[in-house]
């Protein structure tokens, strides 16, 4: 490996030499065009000249041989450019430079008989101008409209996205896992390092703009495969601007659901407050600016926990900061700086989202920051740089149970006789096993424009990333070491209790487990991704322009003890190409291929080690059958049969060349504009994923002794883990998005995503499982003859034919006396899928005759009834709006008030139900033995939680000042 690195290392060194490192992504945008004569021919030295309240000073270039030009790095905001030539006429456009986007801005020059500037008004939408899939929201848009203001909540009106997520918080974008986006702030990576959720280092006020990028994403951007979601905050001015805002809530503010009312349960809690901050402003105007912000938040969130349908009050206090410094230390060369701060304390919290009962709450600190320092310059004209380096932390902190009595253990049900997966008894997790989720982030990239006459202008940029990733901890799953996977006594429809209010554990010889698990706490890993990328972006001409990118990652990781879990690199192409047949830009056809290397997660690619991977032991219950707290064989160790052993140190491995998944991607698109910077855009997806990580049980796998925590457990099967390219998971999809400004007052935008098929029978991920692998590969011989009833096809969990946000936003204005921002927001979302499976089916005999000698083989597994996602749930129908009022009352201070409704109609649908099925033992037997029938559980097809439901019509009440 050390030959390997040595150009790479070479190469990182000339760059830094050269004033080049950052974090990903892009921060600013673009701004191109081409000059012309009123003949039609390229004007090469036309000096274009940009400034904007977003710019330190002024920014300029000189148009090449063919006509072009390119400004990169521009904050985003408007521009006002300006077009001179010696003996022609000025020309004067103003643009938007949007985030990551590429805005253009041509002229048409001609011949001066007296000093005069033509004025040039319309602009070309940005959507059009890039074969790159996605959309940008402004903070102007967001304040107008109802919407939540976090990251995903934004994200969720672009098309291609969906929120139908394992884990709330989540997203998936065109077919991806949940797990596999990334989330910038600033530059900062804010991905939790597991889940792939964005940490809150943000301000609601400050965030200037959002892009989400879904498809046809340039070589700049790498780790993820499915999309990028890249947000920025303001960064102050020439003048001094900020906000006030206090945000308020309540529990009686939201209408109960069904579930609520059936129980007669009222919503209680105090009202919540949201106070936020924000100022910004000149130290030296065009040279150096300031800009600060600060919220304090205390929440009092009213639920109700599923099954039991107990009231809960959790309390969550938040308070951030944040401090940006803007300098601009000599012409054309920029230094910005960005700390946050993200302190988090939270009370009466349960576990997980599937816990019933009041005893597995707990209280938790989550310490959080982010630091950003970039840089970017102009060194010649034709050649740009930049430089940043970022870095976020993310910790546990008193996060689980503290009892070490096993009698309080979590514990899980099975589903045999009661409803299965659900948690109670007590806290999951361990408050004296601390976590860490870090990483630290160095990026460079050198951008150099040239032009020639038979080949057109050329943007090329060549960067280097390098992302590391850290996690410090044993993960241990339960202060006691144990996990009780029993059910619970349950009868006509309700959860059972003793005389003293606790939930009556049910053990079943056969069925009742025992998870002992022994942490190793305080366990590290990192894991390195070292990257290279070039990007051209090609303009042949007015007709044909090209994206042509390459991305080379590296990846190795160090791990407690030494241990190396990957070391690998791939190699993924990014293309795209661009025809305007007019050479006008009113129609665009756009075509890309790309790859895309997904992340190295912890959650795959530290199974080799203990680092949030405690070793385990588990066992079936042989004791006597019984039920109660008190039921004192239940809680003995000694009463379980201990058949598997999982020592990832031990009987665990790792292929030496494993590697991340790769998606590959086509796009085709094509769009129109509709004038006053309206468009419409269709676009048709297909991706596919290979390189699955999944483990292997196998005869040639081997089989291990383990001794674990000074235990002699036996000898058991090894896991490997390996690709494989059998799994499937298979995307196609349409999508159209557009945007229409009716009048100055009143604008219309679609985003409409229409799954074709998202189906496969590989998920990769469950509720907190992250990364998991499926049963495929797993014993084989005794799996593979039924692999259509244990691993079978069909549409995947995040299936969702039809999401459509359509929104609209008008402006009545009444000058000096104020005005209205109304918000109107239509959510359609079509029904998503289940699938008819039981859980815990017995593997019948003749399966397990074909075992060939195991030392644990599979006693019971789940079983598919039918294709995967056969089963549908309910779609949705909503409505949001808001109301802004606000008024001037001296120079730029603007007093306002907003009010929220959401789900404004009060639809009150069931939108997911329980699921529960058993296998019917005495339904007809397949070849293989297996039943096929089911019984449906006595909660199936009913509520279970309040979450089940639409939520309720909600009101919220946001006030404050602008200036």
Do not use: C
């Amino acid at each position: 490996m050390q030959r390997r690195n040595a150009w790479i290392w070479a190469l990182v060194l000339g760059l830094t030499l050269g004033g080049m490192a950052f974090g990903q992504g892009v921060q600013t945008g673009t701004l191109v065009g081409s000059v012309t004569s009123n003949d039609g021919s390229a004007l090469p030295g036309v000096t274009v000249t940009v400034t904007s309240p977003s710019l330190q000073g002024e920014r300029a270039a000189v148009s090449s041989v063919t006509g072009d030009y390119v400004m990169r790095g521009l904050p985003p905001g408007q521009y006002r450019v300006v077009f001179t030539l010696e003996g022609m006429k000025s020309v004067e456009r103003q643009v938007s430079v949007g985030l990551g986007t590429t805005a253009r801005a041509d002229a048409v020059m001609e011949v001066a008989v007296q000093e005069e500037t033509i004025v040039v008004t319309g602009e070309a939408p940005s959507a059009l101008e890039s074969t790159t899939v996605g959309a940008n929201l402004t903070a102007e848009e967001v304040n107008a409209l109802p919407i939540s203001r976090t990251l995903s909540g934004i994200a969720s009106f672009a098309p291609g996205l969906t929120t139908n997520t394992p884990n709330a918080g989540q997203v998936t974008i065109s077919g991806g896992f949940a797990y596999d986006n990334v989330f910038l702030v600033d530059g900062v990576d804010v991905n939790d390092n597991l889940f792939g959720t964005a940490n809150n280092l943000f301000i609601e006020d400050a965030i200037e703009e959002t892009q989400v990028l879904t498809s046809g994403i340039s070589a700049e951007y790498g780790r993820f495969s499915g999309g990028v979601i890249n947000a920025i905050t303001k960064s102050g001015g020439n003048n001094f601007s900020g906000s006030l805002r206090a945000d308020f809530s309540k529990a009686t503010w939201r209408d109960e659901t069904p579930f609520e009312k059936e129980r007669g349960i009222k919503r209680k809690g105090d009202l919540s407050k949201f106070y936020s901050a924000t100022l910004g402003g000149p130290i030296v105007r065009d040279a150096l600016w300031f800009f600060i912000a600060g919220r304090d938040s205390e929440a009092d969130i009213a639920g109700n926990l599923p099954m039991t349908g107990l009231p809960f009050n959790r309390q969550d206090t938040n308070e951030r900061y944040q401090g940006k410094l803007t300098a601009t230390f000599a012409q054309n060369h920029t230094l910005q700086g960005t700390y946050t701060d993200n302190k988090t304390d939270q009370k009466n919290l349960p576990t997980f989202a599937f816990s019933i009962d009041p005893r597995t709450q707990y209280s938790r600190n989550l310490p959080n920051t982010g630091t950003s320092i970039s840089y970017s310059g102009i060194f010649t004209q034709s050649l740009f740089g930049e430089v940043r380096y970022s870095k976020k932390e993310f910790g546990f902190r008193n996060s689980g149970g503290t009892s070490t009595n096993i009698y309080d253990s979590p514990m899980i049900s099975q589903g045999v006789v009661s409803p299965g997966g659900y948690h109670y008894n007590a806290p999951y997790f361990d408050a004296t096993d601390p976590e860490d989720r870090n990483n630290d982030q160095y990026y460079g990239a050198l951008s150099y424009f040239f032009s020639s006459e038979s080949l057109g202008s050329h943007d090329v940029k060549l960067g280097y990333e390098q992302f590391k990733t850290t996690r410090t901890g044993g993960n241990s799953q339960s202060a006691t070491n144990y996990v009780f996977d029993v059910d619970f006594l349950y009868a006509g429809g309700k959860v059972q209790y003793d005389s003293a209010g606790r939930i009556i554990p049910v053990f079943v010889p056969g069925y009742t487990g025992l998870e002992w698990w022994l942490a190793d706490r305080g366990a590290k890993i990192d894991i390195t991704t070292d990257s290279l990328f070039i990007n051209d972006r090609w303009n042949l001409n007015k007709n044909w322009s090209f994206n042509i990118g390459f991305r080379y990652e590296q990846v190795k990781s160090k791990a407690t003890g030494g241990i190396t879990t990957v070391d690998t690199s791939a190699f993924v192409p990014r293309l795209g190409v661009s025809f305007d047949p007019l050479g006008n830009g009113k129609y665009k056809f756009d075509a890309t291929y790309a790859q895309y290397a997904g992340k190295y997660s912890e959650a795959q690619f530290a199974e080799i080690t203990t680092v949030g991977n405690p070793k385990l032991l588990y066992g079936y219950y042989i004791g006597p059958e019984g039920q109660g707290m008190d039921f004192a064989p239940g809680f003995n160790p000694s009463n379980y049969f201990f058949y598997y052993a999982n020592d990832p140190t031990a009987n665990v491995f790792s292929d030496p060349d494993i590697n991340s998944p790769v998606t590959r991607e086509y796009t085709l698109a094509a769009g129109m504009d509709l004038g006053r910077g309206g468009f419409l855009k269709l676009i048709y997806t297909d991706r596919d994923v290979s390189d699955f990580v999944e483990d292997f049980v196998t005869m040639a796998g081997g089989q291990t002794h383990v001794v674990v925590g000074g235990i002699d457990a036996g000898v058991f099967d090894n896991r490997w883990f390996r690709n494989s390219n059998q799994p499937e998971r298979k995307y196609q999809a349409l999508q159209l998005q557009g945007r229409y400004r009716i009048t100055d007052k009143w604008a219309v935008n679609l985003g409409w995503t229409y799954q074709i098929k998202n189906d496969g029978n590989f998920e990769g991920e469950g509720t907190n499982t992250p990364g998991i692998s499926s049963i495929f590969g797993d014993y084989p011989e005794i799996y593979s003859p039924a692999y259509d009833r244990y691993f079978t096809k069909g549409r995947l969990n995040d299936y969702q034919k039809n999401k459509v946000r359509l929104w609209t936003n008008y402006l009545l204005d009444f000058g000096r006396a104020g005005a209205f921002d109304l918000g109107l927001v239509w959510r359609y979302d079509s029904a998503t899928t289940f699938s008819y499976a039981a859980a815990n089916v017995p593997i019948p005999a003749q399966l397990r005759a074909n075992d060939p000698g195991y030392a644990s083989p599979p006693r019971n597994a789940t079983l598919f009834f039918g294709k995967r996602g056969a089963g549908f749930y309910n779609s949705t129908s909503l409505f949001d709006a808001s109301v802004t009022y606000r008024i001037p009352i001296w120079k730029t201070v603007e007093p306002y008030v907003k009010f929220e409704v959401y789900n404004v109609l009060n639809d009150d649908k069931l939108v997911t139900f329980n699921t529960t099925i058993t296998a019917d033992a005495a339904s007809p037997k397949d070849a293989n033995g297996l039943p096929t029938g089911y019984k449906k559980g006595a909660s199936f097809g009913k509520a279970t939680s309040a979450g089940n439901y639409v939520t309720p019509r909600e009101y919220f009440i946001a006030a404050g000042i602008r200036f």
